[in-house]
């Protein structure tokens, strides 16, 4: 039996990582608070309940597993001070259930700004450089589905919020579940570290432009000053990793294929 755990197998990333999964012949199991409501659950998938945040579950959900893939996410700002904690009670859950390989899903750059959410992933990210097995922790820049959120999210106001003198180089989800799925499998005992983002990296407002012709849009494109350390950040293009383009699908390919499954998508 080749069990391959998957942690938050219900949210945006996790439910990529169990489709990969599956479509590379594993028997999946996916952990998370809740199961997913029936119209959303995958066939073939064992879904186990367990709390990474207090520990209860974690070790009858792993119970058998190889791999474990952590895709886990809860940005409330308490669950945040958790995270590393949950982190530490998984993968110490994950070693007593005889897990090989534990691969971290986190975020590109997120060691370059200081700023709560970003370092509750770096802390996590240690934890994971010293874990008990080999490891490897997989940064990924930002999903197509964020961008086209803050995007959509002006449309109350009838404008498009863009960031000024912003790049970035969004990732479709799929494409962070094959480096996952690449680094679950890698051969090799200590720790690895790797970054991947999208195709194309471009100026906000090119993608705020790209959103508002496919999702036919009229609102005015409003390009925003970013504050502070994260104007700095982004202006700087510290956000964004050489050499890291991995992804094959675009936004504009993701934004079509989502518009025809919800054409009502602002
Ligand atoms: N969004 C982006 O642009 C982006 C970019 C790069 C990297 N990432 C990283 O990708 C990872 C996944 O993000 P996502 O957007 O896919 O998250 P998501 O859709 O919010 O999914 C989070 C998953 O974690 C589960 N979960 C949360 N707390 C849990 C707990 N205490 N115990 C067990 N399961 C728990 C959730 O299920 P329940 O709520 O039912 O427990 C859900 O399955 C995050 O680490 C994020 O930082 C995101």
Same mark, same amino acid.
């Given at each position: ?96 259930? /005889? ?34 097995? *080999? ?67 471009? *100026? ?11 999702? /036919? ?7 925003? *000053? ?39 998508? *602002?």
């Amino acid at each position: 039996m080749n069990i391959l755990a998957v942690a938050g197998g219900t949210g945006l990333a996790g439910s990529a990582v169990v489709r990969e999964a599956l479509a590379r012949g594993f028997s999946v199991r996916s952990l998370s608070r809740r199961l997913p409501q029936p119209s959303t659950a995958l066939d073939g998938v064992d879904y186990a309940v367990a709390d990474a945040a207090t520990g209860e579950g974690l070790a009858a959900a792993l119970d058998g597993a190889e791999i474990l893939i952590d895709a886990l996410e809860d940005r409330r700002l308490r669950a945040q001070k958790l995270f590393p904690e949950a982190g530490r009670r998984l993968l110490a859950a994950a070693h007593g259930s /005889g897990v090989r390989r534990a691969v971290m899903l986190s975020i590109a750059q997120c060691d370059e700004l200081d700023f709560g959410y970003y370092r509750s992933k770096v802390a996590k990210e240690k934890l994971y450089d010293a874990a008990p097995m *080999p490891s490897a922790v997989v940064r990924a820049a930002q999903f197509h589905p964020l961008l086209a959120q803050i995007f959509a999210a002006g449309h109350p106001l009838r404008i498009v919020p863009s960031v000024r003198r912003a790049r970035l180089a969004p990732i479709d989800v799929r494409d962070v579940a094959r480096a996952l799925l690449d680094a679950a499998v890698e051969e090799g005992d200590g720790h690895a570290l790797r970054t991947v983002s999208g195709p194309e990296t471009r *100026p906000v407002r090119d993608f705020a432009e790209e959103w508002k012709d496919i999702v /036919g849009s009229r609102a005015r494109i409003v390009g925003l *000053p970013a504050p502070g350390g994260v104007g700095r950040y982004l202006s700087q293009g510290r956000n964004l990793a050489p050499e890291s383009a991995f992804g094959t699908i675009t936004f504009a390919q993701w934004l079509k294929e989502s518009k025809s499954a919800s054409p009502d998508l *602002p």
